[in-house]
């Protein structure tokens, strides 16, 4: 190891060593979190000077990390925060957290990364370890974020180190969280890996070291081009079952009861988030510069966005069963966050099918306890109380999101009739109910 090296592994031993986050999201606000815990002194920079704001009053904006959390730390100093990418002079160690979204032509949107390594390049000194955790296609790090960082003259290796180590944090899953769910970690060179993994070791249980920072970033890419192909599996599925008048939702549990060989997946109005619907097409992307189709991947992507279209079938159906159209009945749409107990908005399909209900000239009002208001169509949607006098004015409800906490068996009484995308309703299954619920 050069001395650069040693001395940077002797600082992340003692905890002696700033690691620093760029980017405090989902992702980064987490693992921010997880540092100043591990005992060192983190920074934290993000663009957003609300975040900022936010965390240097004590508030957290991201419901897994509680204000407990940040607080105490951020009010006795071990953790500093702001917008100014001058205090990474002081950070070891350096974590990208940042967006990578798609543009509209569905291509790898890594301008945010780019904007990121640029701050960090102008600033690296040697002895830095930068490590990217942005979900992105295999060759980002070598090919991008390598030459602008080498660009300044140090030897990566030897000077400053380069790694990659997705991310795989689930918003709202109290059981896995950062500290508990294995880091991926590939450096471009062994002593990249090897400081990478000592600096995760010290904030979560297990570390997985792989030969490149391609295998990681591929390792990403196929956890979640796995979810969005099962996902399109079931709602295929799920669309003949409708078809063949199955309740696709029994045969998925009783196929679960096999002990090998099978993992349920459960269809829903679409895919949402910063990762599932998207992640998959900066695979096919890159596949497509190495003349490559990913042809399942891209089917799976029809498939699962077809979904919110086909929840709109069920709405015309359901409603021409009490002889009404579209036009103007009311209608609740129940859950518009992505999925059960989480307050995120992205990607969520429950606002597409928002939009198509308006555009067929429904009444529509949204409720979500984890969303008190939204904008969509340059307007403000608000999310209305979940009563009985409520559900009694509506003529549908279309169910989008299983969030705990909602009072299901309330609905199932109220509700003219249901449209249940996440079979929410099957603990409050009552007998002559049955009729009015129109399950994906
Ligand atoms: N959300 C998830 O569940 C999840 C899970 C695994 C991996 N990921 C991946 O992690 C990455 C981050 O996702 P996220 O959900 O945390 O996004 P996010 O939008 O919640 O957070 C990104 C943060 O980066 C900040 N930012 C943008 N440009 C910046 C810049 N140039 N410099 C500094 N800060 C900047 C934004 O203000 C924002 O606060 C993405 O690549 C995503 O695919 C997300």
Not at 47 to 52: E, L, T
Not at 249 to 255: C, G, L, M, N, T
Not at 310 to 339: P, T
Request: hydrophobic residues 40%; aromatic residues 6%; negative net charge.
């Amino acid at each position: 190891m050069s001395g650069w090296a040693e001395t940077l592994a002797e600082r992340i031993e003692k905890r002696t060593a700033r690691p620093a986050v760029v980017g405090l999201g989902y992702v980064g606000l987490p693992l921010l979190a997880e540092l100043a815990r591990a005992g060192f002194r983190p920074i934290g920079v993000d663009v957003d000077a609300g975040k900022v704001a936010a965390l240097r009053e004590g508030r957290s904006y991201i419901l897994d990390v509680p204000a407990e959390a940040i607080a105490p730390a951020v009010g006795e100093g071990r953790i500093t925060v702001g917008t100014d990418f001058d205090l990474l002079r002081d950070a070891d160690t350096i974590d990208i957290c940042v967006p990578t979204p798609l543009r509209k032509t569905k291509d790898p949107d890594v301008s945010y990364i780019l904007a990121a390594t640029e701050e960090i390049a102008r600033r690296l000194r040697p002895g830095q370890l930068v490590i990217l955790e942005s979900t992105t296609y295999p060759g980002t790090t070598d090919e991008l974020l390598l030459p602008k960082l080498a660009a300044g003259g140090l030897t990566v290796g030897e000077e400053f180190f380069l790694a990659f180590s997705p991310e795989r944090v689930d918003p709202g899953n109290p059981r896995f969280v950062t500290r508990n769910i294995p880091k991926v970690v590939g450096g471009v060179t062994p002593a990249c890996t090897r400081l990478a993994c000592q600096l995760y070791g010290t904030t979560v249980e297990r570390v997985v070291p792989v030969s490149t920072t391609r295998v990681a970033e591929m390792v990403k890419l196929l956890e979640n081009t796995f979810r969005s192909v099962n996902i399109a599996l079931v709602n295929e599925l799920a669309l003949l079952c409708d078809r063949m008048d199955l309740n696709v939702w029994e045969v998925i549990e009783a196929a679960a009861t096999k002990p090998f060989g099978f993992m349920p997946f459960f269809p829903g109005p679409g895919l949402g988030g910063h990762c599932i619907p998207i992640d998959p097409f900066y695979l096919s992307w890159k596949a497509r510069q190495t003349g490559f189709e990913t042809r399942l991947i891209e089917l799976a992507g029809q498939i699962n966005g077809s979904m919110p279209e086909h929840v709109l079938d069920m709405v015309r159906r359901a409603l021409n069963r009490q002889s009404k159209a579209v036009r103007g009945s009311r209608i609740l749409v129940l859950g518009v966050a992505y999925k059960a107990d989480i307050d995120d908005l992205r990607e969520s399909p429950a606002l597409d099918i928002l939009g198509m209900l308006e555009d067929e000239g429904a009444r529509v009002c949204y409720h979500d306890p984890f969303v008190s208001g939204l904008e969509l169509r340059d307007r403000k949607w608000a999310s209305v109380r979940l009563d009985a006098a409520t559900l009694r004015e509506q003529d549908l409800v279309v169910i989008t999101t299983g969030h705990s906490g909602v009072d299901y068996r309330l609905v199932m009484r109220e509700a003219a009739a249901i449209v249940d995308t996440r079979n929410a309703l099957k603990e409050v299954r009552e007998p002559g109910h049955e009729a009015k619920i129109f399950r994906l």
